[in-house]
């Protein structure tokens, strides 16, 4: 079933009525450097137009953005002072805002998984999603080249389950490898860590660094993969030599 992008947002705007007023807003934004000086243009009407003004806010003229935020909201701005408000800022807005409804939403469940907290200190788990852009941002974000598109955006997450907390949340072209991202952030590996990630990520390096470290790893196996279990008895030669068969 394809999903209209108005029913992949309504979540995110079911979410933000309930737990984020205009007050939380303006304090992250002013946390992120979105809202510096007070104006008519403030947090709420970013998120507005980005969730339920305009579902097609990319490619959405600037000259009817503003006519929809007026209509909407009464606030009157001019496109290029709103061509001028979609900077870096606030997509650091942005991305903090969908993170927090995330943690919210995962310390709400939080209580499903506590048992599993006198085991691992951390229940880390990692996933990316992937997804294309117009070709003209292929000089900023190249594709993996599917679809015969040439432009793609990948977002790498990783979060603890039992916290509720982000680890590592990377935003990049689209043709980038999950297992080389998956490396970098092995980094931060503690004992008793819990690694739950799919064969995107599968590397033997990693999972023995992992292991070396006296964490624990979850991952489906490649096709191409042998285990083996270490035989406490082996056996041995006259001299003393293991035979290296029965390891």
Same mark, same amino acid.
């Given at each position: 079933?394809?999903?209209?992008?108005?029913?992949?947002?309504?979540?995110?705007?079911?979410?933000?009525?309930?737990?984020?007023?205009?007050?939380?807003?303006?304090?992250?934004?002013?946390?992120?450097?979105?809202?510096?000086?007070?104006?008519?243009?403030?947090?709420?009407?970013?998120?507005?137009?980005?969730?339920?003004?305009?579902?097609?806010?990319?490619?959405? *003229?600037?000259? =009817?953005?503003?006519?929809?935020?007026?209509?909407?909201? %009464? #606030?009157? @701005?001019?496109? $290029?002072?709103?061509?001028?408000?979609?900077?870096?800022?606030?997509?650091?807005?942005?991305?903090?805002?969908?993170?927090?409804?995330?943690?919210?939403?995962?310390?709400?469940?939080?209580?499903?998984?506590?048992?599993?907290?006198?085991?691992?200190?951390?229940?880390?788990?990692?996933?990316?999603?992937?997804?294309?852009?117009?070709?003209?941002?292929? *000089?900023?974000? =190249?594709?993996?080249?599917?679809?015969?598109?040439?432009? %793609? #955006?990948? @977002?790498?997450? $990783?979060?603890?389950?039992?916290?509720?907390?982000?680890?590592?949340?990377?935003?990049?072209?689209?043709?980038?490898?999950?297992?080389?991202?998956?490396?970098?952030?092995?980094?931060?590996?503690?004992?008793?860590?819990?690694?739950?990630?799919?064969?995107?990520?599968?590397?033997?390096?990693?999972?023995?660094?992992?292991?070396?470290?006296?964490?624990?790893?979850?991952?489906?196996?490649?096709?191409?993969?042998?285990?083996?279990?270490?035989?406490?008895?082996?056996?041995?030669?006259?001299?003393?030599?293991?035979?290296?068969?029965?390891?």
């Amino acid at each position: 079933m394809n999903l209209s992008i108005l029913d992949e947002l309504q979540p995110i705007a079911e979410e933000l009525q309930r737990r984020m007023s205009p007050h939380v807003l303006e304090h992250l934004a002013k946390e992120k450097g979105f809202v510096q000086r007070k104006s008519k243009y403030q947090a709420k009407e970013l998120v507005a137009l980005c969730v339920w003004l305009s579902q097609q806010v990319a490619s959405t *003229s600037l000259t =009817q953005l503003c006519s929809y935020l007026e209509a909407s909201t %009464g #606030v009157l @701005i001019i496109p $290029e002072g709103l061509n001028q408000r979609f900077n870096a800022s606030a997509v650091q807005f942005l991305e903090q805002v969908l993170a927090n409804l995330l943690t919210q939403r995962i310390y709400s469940a939080k209580e499903i998984i506590h048992q599993y907290s006198t085991t691992f200190k951390h229940i880390r788990v990692l996933d990316s999603t992937t997804f294309q852009l117009p070709d003209t941002f292929s *000089s900023h974000y =190249q594709g993996s080249g599917g679809s015969s598109h040439t432009a %793609g #955006v990948k @977002i790498q997450l $990783e979060y603890d389950l039992l916290s509720g907390k982000f680890l590592h949340v990377y935003v990049g072209e689209g043709r980038e490898n999950d297992k080389a991202f998956g490396s970098t952030t092995l980094q931060t590996i503690r004992s008793k860590d819990l690694y739950i990630r799919d064969l995107g990520y599968f590397d033997l390096h990693d999972l023995q660094g992992i292991h070396d470290k006296g964490a624990y790893h979850i991952s489906r196996l490649k096709l191409n993969s042998r285990t083996y279990r270490k035989n406490e008895k082996p056996d041995y030669f006259q001299n003393g030599t293991v035979k290296k068969g029965t390891l």
